[in-house]
């Protein structure tokens, strides 16, 4: 009988080591979702309004800017609206260069020059680009000198920013 009770108890010990030794995988974290870049390289300054220190007249004109860029976007065929970072390719991107005087000129940059040429020749996001560095130039000498570098810094982060994820998407099989 003593055989007898050695088995079963063999068994369940060989049972329990066999639910030890398969632990089961650690489900993967979900993405965290993609922050929202604001809609233009001015909005993104306006984000920053206090650390730029910027008074009403400032914000008011930059809003004014804001809005006239706006307007300007909504009439380029097959333009839409910035877009959170990660969102389909096609939607508002980095404008070409450094945009913001000296050095980078429209349509041509440190990722490249496609679209150049007529404005009706160029695609959809490389006109939001140059509408966005156009629209931020035109209110540069609203900034006092000590606040015009970092509002070009702020500028530069977002186009940069907007770029990436565009071309992210388009890796992606988002579009191209």
């Known amino acids: 009988m003593r055989g007898r009770r050695a088995g079963p108890a063999a068994l369940l010990a060989l049972g329990l080591a066999c639910a030890r030794a398969a632990p089961v995988p650690a489900p993967h974290p979900a993405p965290a979702p993609a922050p929202r870049l604001p809609r233009s390289s001015i909005a993104a300054v306006l984000e920053h309004r206090a650390e730029l220190a ?19 976007l909504a009439a380029v065929p097959g333009s839409r609206p910035a877009a959170p970072v990660g969102a389909p390719a096609g939607e508002a991107a980095r404008p070409p260069g450094r945009g913001h005087g000296g050095g980078g000129g429209e349509g041509q940059g440190k990722h490249g020059g496609r679209g150049q040429g007529s404005p009706g020749g160029q695609d959809p996001d490389q006109r939001r680009d140059d509408a ?20 070009r810094e702020i500028a530069e982060a977002y186009r940069e920013a907007r770029y990436d994820a565009r071309e992210a998407a388009r890796a992606k099989g988002g579009g191209g």
């Open 54 to 72: 910027l008074d009403e007249a400032q914000v008011a004109r930059l809003e004014e800017a804001e809005r006239g860029l706006e307007k300007e």
């Open 132 to 151: 966005d560095t156009r629209a931020f130039l035109q209110v540069e000498e609203v900034f006092r000198p000590e606040q015009r570098e970092r509002a």
